[in-house]
């Protein structure tokens, strides 16, 4: 309603109260507010965890444990190790994910347009860090939508460009994201991933134990990869890390 509007709805109310003795006051419907959200997010310049982790698929099932460093919105380095010898490394970065197999002596080199045409999601370095640390894995934005339960919050996205739909679920006493499902509209493609067992890390609360879910169709049909996380350890600061990786020449690029 407009300003000239609303003036002269108030100056015609006010004539008819004075001009009548016996006015019946009429009362409009007041929309109910939307609810407010606060994600409580792990903010950092550097984080340091030590984790196990059992990546699955249809073909086999691995566990590792895996060391982790992390300069924000840059680089993650990991090293991985099984039963005290190194099996592995990878260096996450803007442009690439980089893998690198001790055993098999042979390294992968992944850039992004190439996984999301794979899976049919966009993913970059930043949903990769946030999926890592329990934070929100699309940014926030006004065409959002906020459905409040009993005792958590549904934070409704829709990516613009390839209409993959995102479910939020916060904790309403926490503010910390428990749960993801991430649904492309088209396709059975999907990602579901779940945090648990919160403890504080610096100012905020980060998620300890956590199982990423990612389903996607080819030609043979729904698959599976799965990975589960348990960190021992994990610590956020301002001390700087080092990011020490390097690529033997005798390794094989696949």
């Not at 006010?14 to 606060?38: F, G, Q, Y």
């Not at 994600?39 to 196990?52: L, P, S, T």
């Not at 610096?202 to 799965?226: D, E, V």
């Amino acid at each position: 309603m407009n300003k000239r509007l609303w003036i002269l709805l108030i100056g015609f109310s006010a004539l008819i109260m004075s001009c009548s003795k016996k006015v019946t006051p009429t009362t409009l419907p007041i929309a109910a507010p939307k609810p407010t959200l606060d994600v409580q997010e792990v903010d950092f310049e550097y984080f340091h965890g030590k984790a196990r982790m059992i990546l699955r698929d249809a073909k086999k099932e691995r566990e590792v444990k895996a060391n982790i460093r992390v300069r924000k919105d840059s680089v993650i380095w990991m090293t991985f190790s099984v039963i005290g010898v190194q099996g592995g490394k990878a260096l996450i970065n803007k442009d690439s994910i980089t893998v690198v197999s001790n055993v098999d002596k042979e390294y992968y080199v992944f850039d992004y347009a190439e996984l999301s045409k794979r899976y049919n999601f966009e993913i970059n370095y930043k949903v990769i860090q946030a999926a890592m640390l329990g934070n929100l894995i699309m940014p926030r934005t006004e065409s959002d939508q906020v459905q409040q339960e009993s005792s958590y919050f549904v934070l409704k996205q829709k990516a613009a460009t390839n209409g993959v739909v995102v479910d939020n679920f916060i904790n309403s006493a926490s503010k910390k994201l428990e749960k993801v499902e991430m649904k492309e509209g088209n396709s059975d493609n999907s990602l579901i991933i779940n945090y648990s067992n919160f403890q504080p890390v610096g100012p905020a609360l980060f998620p300890y134990n956590g199982t990423i879910n990612l389903f996607y169709k080819t030609l043979g049909g729904l698959l599976n990869t799965t990975i589960i996380f348990e960190y021992n350890k994990a610590e956020v600061g301002d001390r700087e890390l080092k990011f020490p990786f390097n690529i033997p020449k005798r390794y094989e690029r696949r």
